[in-house]
């Protein structure tokens, strides 16, 4: 390998080893197969055997942002998830292999090997190549004698070839267990989410789990962070073997059910973007996980640090005993509940809490509790067709006629107008 090519990694910051560099010229010689290092960021920094690739000859090689670029950044990052060689088409109808490269558990980029030809050269190759990459008619001798000296191989030949590349890197790195573990863990989900297809198939009856997910709703609202996150995962569960094993389906069932928890936050209206800013980070990295143990463990996370975010918007204060109850009350309110329960369940004076939790609150202990009570109830008014008798129970009134004297006193209107409302309006 050239002194030039080495001092140009590193001043790079890359800190590619000369035993990799001298690896991959190697193969690109015997194999006479041109070689390209791309970075992360979709950016040219190597090449061996340059004279023999079609591809310098298109405006767009070389540009991060364009079409090529794109596709060969999206090969690079299926590469890295597969932990093995992706072969594929280009945009040219040509070949080529993609072999991620990690350094220190992180992706810094892949090399990339081809183009070359699987089977036959055919004309459309050709004509799709000169078409797509607006390639100048000046250059067409130049491409001729490029595509000449492409190498033609069959498949078979071509699986031996990426797999001889994948050793390359593979003996030249210090980490090549990651990429064995990146390769057991996604064959592992390929086949976890085939079992799960057939389970589907068999069960094709099974219903949302509705109940789970309003149990995680209410842990959420209460400020419960660890019943949240245990309760999330069984639901997760649920929604795995619902959606077959489909990822995607389940990342979109998460996103629904946060930005609704999201929405209902008692300061949502005053902060807005400071919620959107700090969890989108959050949702990202949700985004990012390919395997199902990995999206359960960060939408857990996820819904579990909002749960913190509800009691932290419910209570700002410095008493460890309000905030204690607020976080009891918003875990029981649909329960009989009463300011002795929960001055019992803290272990202090009746009396001591009421004063306590009213200075704190700037509420009462029972005003509190019936804000919360109401909310569940005009949640249940506008989504369902519960009767007044099943939603008062429901949300921890005594009675429906309680529930409704209540109801106009702080609303202002009936249980059944606001329902009709509601309706109306929607």
């Given at each position: ?243 077959a094993g489909d990822l995607n389906a389940v ?54 640090n909002l749960a913190m975010r509800y009691a ?115």
């Open positions: 390998m050239s002194q030039n090519k080495s001092q140009t990694l590193k001043h790079a910051g890359l800190q590619l080893s000369d035993y990799l560099m001298e690896s991959i010229e190697s193969f690109s010689i015997l194999m006479q197969i041109p070689v390209t290092f791309v970075d992360a960021a979709g950016n040219i920094r190597l090449e061996w055997g340059n004279d023999s690739k079609i591809c310098s000859f298109a405006d767009q090689y070389g540009v991060p942002a364009s079409d090529c670029g794109r596709n060969l950044l999206s090969s690079i990052d299926y590469a890295s998830k597969l932990g093995e060689p992706y072969i594929f088409v280009c945009r040219g109808g040509l070949v080529k292999i993609a072999v991620a490269l990690y350094i220190s558990g992180k992706l810094i980029g892949g090399f990339l090997a081809g183009p070359i030809v699987m089977g036959a050269l055919r004309e459309s190759n050709i004509t799709k190549l000169i078409k797509e990459d607006s390639i100048s008619t000046s250059d067409f001798p130049k491409l001729n004698f490029a595509l000449n000296k492409i190498k033609v191989y069959s498949p078979k030949e071509v699986s031996y070839i990426s797999l001889m590349l994948n050793n390359c890197i593979l003996s030249s790195v210090d980490n090549a267990s990651d990429y064995f573990l990146k390769s057991e863990r996604y064959e592992k989900q390929s086949r976890l989410s085939s079992e799960l297809r057939n389970y589907k198939k068999i069960h094709k009856d099974m219903s949302y789990p509705q109940e789970l997910e309003d149990q995680v709703s209410q842990l959420v609202r209460s400020g419960d962070s660890k019943g949240a996150s245990e309760a999330a995962s069984g639901l997760l569960d649920e929604l795995y073997l619902l959606e990342k979109m069932r998460v996103y629904s059910l946060f930005n609704l928890l999201l929405r209902g936050l008692p300061d949502w209206d005053q902060f807005p973007l400071e919620y959107i800013e700090t969890e989108s980070g959050d949702l990202e990295f949700l985004t990012d996980q390919m395997d199902y143990e990995g999206m359960k463990h960060q939408a857990c996370s996820i819904l579990g932290d918007s419910f209570y700002h204060g410095s008493s460890k005993i309000v905030e204690g109850t607020v976080k009891y009350i918003n875990k029981n309110f649909k329960e009989k509940l009463t300011l002795r329960d929960s001055a019992d369940h803290f272990h202090v004076n009746q009396s001591y809490l009421s004063a306590l939790f009213k200075q704190e609150m700037g509420k009462s202990f029972t005003e509190y509790l019936t804000m919360l009570r109401l909310q569940e109830a005009k949640k249940l008014l506008r989504k369902t067709n519960l009767n007044l008798t099943n939603i008062a129970y429901q949300c921890g009134f005594e009675d429906q006629s309680y529930f409704s004297k209540v109801f106009r006193k702080v609303e202002g209107i009936t249980p059944s107008q606001y329902r009709n409302q509601r309706r109306t309006s929607s």
